[in-house]
């Protein structure tokens, strides 16, 4: 493993780790912990649906890979139709793909030469402990319904790692891998109206800058708008002792959404009461 791949074998795991596998021609990777004995705590919108756009996009996109033919395993039954925050052997984790880990506490220039979004990022790591305590938890209390943007299964797995929530709804939530998307979108969009004043030299090089800004600053150990929410308090609000957060001179009250009443784990703010 190192700066060209996060590639790992088996035997490397350990507990806590935040892996991932690519799916679908390496058109986005699904993301889970590792939580020893050969098992992965994981959120999932449906096998085949991790996309979660609840469009025919879903179809489409599924089209390119079919999940494994033959019989639903004997460890974990069948999960084609299983959604929200499981637990599964890895083999079906994996589901016929290879084995990649996350890692944390990166360098800006290791961080912004993985030019592809959700391999790495600033954040720091928790103790293994804290990582499986809250895969645990939320496996028995949920994460929420998945979304695509704000909270897909690297969302999940980042928070277990870290602890940490975007407590803003103008953005994307943790994951690298929407926040990339974004990016590149972006970036596409701005060089499509400055395509014909600029040479595609200059276009390819400014493309190349913004699309770096646009992830480092939206990495969750870069970004300000993110809090520390104890997993307690994300599942059950009156666990959270009323904290306040301060953002742009204004003092805001914040309330900890359900698991089943929030379309994501960002926090929901009440100003003025």
């Known amino acids: 493993m190192g700066v060209l791949s996060n590639k790992i074998g088996r035997e490397t795991l350990k507990p806590g780790d935040h892996i991932y596998s690519w799916r679908h021609a390496w058109i986005y990777a699904h993301h889970g912990i590792y939580v020893g004995e050969g098992r992965v705590i994981h959120f999932t919108r449906a096998a085949g649906e991790e ?3 609840g469009t025919a996009l879903d179809r489409v996109i599924s089209s390119f890979s079919a999940m494994p033919a033959g019989p639903p395993c004997e460890a974990c039954g069948d999960l084609s139709v299983a959604s929200g925050v499981i637990s599964s052997c890895l083999d079906c984790f994996l589901s016929g793909g290879e084995l990649y880990l996350f890692e944390y506490g990166v360098s800006p220039a290791f961080f912004l030469f993985k030019a592809r979004g959700g391999t790495c990022t600033l954040a720091v790591s ?3 402990d804290d990582v499986l305590h809250r ?3 939320l496996l028995e209390n949920g994460f929420g319904i998945y979304n695509i943007y704000k909270n897909n299964c690297e969302d999940f797995a980042i928070y277990c790692k870290t602890g940490l929530l975007v407590i803003t709804d103008i953005s994307a939530g943790q994951s690298g891998q929407a926040s990339a998307f974004l990016a590149a979108a972006s970036t596409i969009e701005s060089a499509a109206v400055t395509y ?4 595609v030299s200059v276009l390819a090089v400014v493309g190349c800058v913004k699309y770096c800004v646009s992830r480092f600053v939206s990495d969750i ?8 929410i104890p997993v307690e308090a994300f599942v059950n609000p009156s666990a959270l002792d ?7 001179g204004v003092s805001t009250e914040t309330t900890v959404p359900t698991a089943t009443a929030s379309d994501g784990p960002s926090i929901r703010k009440n100003i003025g009461g």
């Open 51 to 53: 996309v979660g756009t």
């Open 196 to 199: 014909l004043s600029t040479s």
């Open 126 to 128: 928790d103790p293994p």
């Open 135 to 137: 895969a645990s938890y």
């Open 221 to 228: 150990g870069i970004r300000r708008d993110v809090k520390k």
């Open 242 to 248: 009323g904290p306040t957060i301060t953002m742009n």
